[in-house]
């Protein structure tokens, strides 16, 4: 017994030896890779996956969680993005927003509840449910409003990932955040741009002329564009795809019109537009985010000081891209020069704020960038003749450090007006129907033009945001995961290049779509760092789900225009 003992304890000794060796080891290897790390080897995917699970938790610095990603151009920086990928799957056994938000399941439910009961509540208290009309007549307003905010709830579902699909999945914001600030612009922007919506038949879907002397019908008809465009969102929502919101609602338009107006109810030029755009708006994004990445990659990656370059180029890229909104978008005079004076001065402005918050957010880092002595000199005698088309290894440490943390605002900061603008614009694919049929429940002209009330205006925005938080989290995953791995500097060309091909398409009157041409975008990014980047299982899913759309809201909508009819007829 007592040889078994001195045995067993033997043993015991010899294995805490072992353990003790083991882990300073494990520790000598840490700091060894944290204090000399190679140039083309990330840290420890352990430590990089725990820094980008805490990001999840909490609201934190920009720079804090693009830190994590300080070597993700790096292979090893990819696996260990992939690892993690992996780790978050693990833990699919909560319901959906309790999952993406990190909150418990029944918080969830909580959230879901109140928001259900809100727009029950607002849609009978709105000043447009009609006063001095009678019961039945409100009833059915109030149904039409809830059929409007069904559509806008799904817009917010599926199309908000066009303004921050790439930022989160960049690492620039979190998933809180982003919700957190889109909700916030996405309702501004409804509510302030909002304004000159129109009904959708005068958008040249439908002649509205075929439609005289049919109240009910074509009552029947705008409803169930609504319900349709919303059924076949939520579908594509809930398995990620992310499709576009106008091009759904003019299916279900040109449904509607060609089975109960015949053929010369609908102005078929839309429809060959919305056809064309599948193949304009994505090849656009595609081929204006290549040139915009390998623009990145060759003259800031390839400068000798790439964070100094970096700041030295945003308030460049803030100035222009100002500018050219400012003055083809949101013209503020009348007068060319004039507006083109003011779009200046905005520009600069811009340009002046951003470059002060790169430098004071950024400012010790910039100053350590400066110091030769901190980091190893790379060798750049190879590089004398580096070609546009050439691939360029980035750069590490402190420099790709300032290089995301620059582009991480710059990104943040186009996710911003994108989300003000889609706000503002793709409303009106809720607020067009709901303002006609409400119109003709309460003794409006159906043709002619429809003043939108505010608070239906708020209404849209509400149901957008209420979308956004509820199922927003599928289609951004989609945009900002699933298609190409994402950095802030892949992130930022690809949102820059669908903002500027979106407005210069919207000026010159092409026929284009912003969740088309996003997609595009991403894709191109990935392209540019080769066809290898980009997943072609996830590209087929998106792809076959833009072509099943339009036919897919016109079948919805045959067959809600003939429920709908047949009950209104005998209600009305």
């Known amino acids: 017994m007592t040889s078994s003992y001195c045995l067993s304890s033997t043993r015991n000794t010899l294995l805490i030896q072992n353990s003790h060796l083991f882990l300073s080891k494990r520790a000598n290897s840490f700091f060894s890779q944290e204090t000399h790390l190679p140039k083309r080897i990330s840290p420890l ?88 009309l009678s019961l039945k007549i409100k009833l059915l307003s109030y149904v039409t409003l809830l059929f409007g905010f069904y559509m806008a709830w799904n ?15 960049s690492g620039a914001l979190t998933l809180r955040q982003a919700v957190l600030t889109a909700g916030i612009l996405e309702f501004s922007g409804a509510l302030l741009m909002g304004k000159h919506v129109t009904s959708t038949m005068q958008k040249g879907i439908l002649v509205s002329s075929v439609f005289q002397g049919k109240d009910t019908l074509l009552l029947a008809g705008l409803l169930s564009s609504l319900a349709a465009a919303g059924t076949w969102l939520q579908v594509a929502s809930y398995y990620g795809w992310p499709v576009s919101t106008t091009h759904c609602i003019v299916g279900s338009m040109v449904g509607f019109g060609l089975v109960y107006g015949g053929p010369g109810a609908v102005f078929w030029s839309s429809l060959a537009r919305v056809t064309s755009s599948w193949v304009i708006s994505p090849v656009m994004g595609a081929a204006v985010s290549f040139l915009v990445y390998k623009c990145i990659r060759r003259f800031v990656y390839s400068a000798p000081n790439p964070g100094q370059a970096a700041a030295a180029a945003a308030p460049v890229a803030v100035f222009v891209g100002i500018t050219a909104i400012s003055f083809a978008a949101f013209p503020l005079s009348r007068s060319a020069p004039l507006a083109f004076a003011q779009a200046l001065a905005f520009g600069t402005a811009a340009a002046f704020l951003v470059d002060r918050i790169i430098r004071k957010q950024l400012g010790p880092l910039l100053v350590k960038s400066e110091s030769r002595h901190l980091e190893p000199k790379e060798d750049t005698s190879d590089q004398k003749n580096i070609g546009f088309l050439s691939d360029i290894a980035g750069p590490t440490g402190t420099q790709l450090k300032i290089v995301y943390g620059v582009f ?165």
């Not at 879901?112 to 000043?127: D, K, V, W």
């Not at 899913?541 to 909508?557: M, Y």
């Open 45 to 132: 995917p352990n430590s990089s996956l725990s820094l980008l699970r805490l990001k999840n938790h909490k609201l934190e610095h920009p720079l804090s969680s693009l830190s994590s990603f300080a070597e993700a151009e790096g292979e090893n920086g990819e696996e260990a993005q992939n690892i993690e990928h992996q780790e978050d799957e693990k833990s699919d056994d909560l319901p959906g927003m309790a999952q993406a938000f990190h909150i418990s399941s029944s918080t969830a439910s909580g959230i879901s509840i109140c928001i259900a009961l809100a727009a029950l509540t607002f849609a009978y208290l709105m000043n447009s449910l009609g006063q001095g």
């Open 155 to 169: 817009i917010g579902a599926n199309d908000v990932a066009n303004a921050m699909g790439t930022s989160v999945g």
């Open 408 to 572: 991480g605002y710059m990104q943040i900061l186009s996710a911003c007006f994108m989300s003000f603008a889609h706000g503002g614009n793709d409303v009106s694919n809720a607020i067009g129907p709901l303002a006609g049929a409400l119109s003709i429940l309460q003794g409006g002209a159906a043709g002619g033009d429809i003043v939108i009330p505010i608070d239906v205006l708020a209404w849209g925005g509400f149901g957008i945001v209420a979308g956004l938080m509820m199922w927003g989290y599928r289609v951004i995953a989609t945009i900002g995961k699933k298609i190409t791995e994402l950095t802030p500097t892949r992130g930022f060309a690809a949102e820059f290049a669908a903002a500027s091909v979106v407005l210069f398409a919207s000026k010159l009157g092409l026929p284009i779509s912003a969740t088309h041409t996003l997609v595009g975008a991403v894709m191109g990014v990935g392209f540019a760092r080769g066809l290898n980047s980009v997943r072609a299982e996830t590209v087929r899913e998106i792809v076959t789900s833009w072509a099943v759309t339009v036919p897919a809201g016109a079948i919805f909508a045959i067959i809600y225009t003939w429920l709908l009819n047949k009950l209104l007829s005998r209600v009305l």
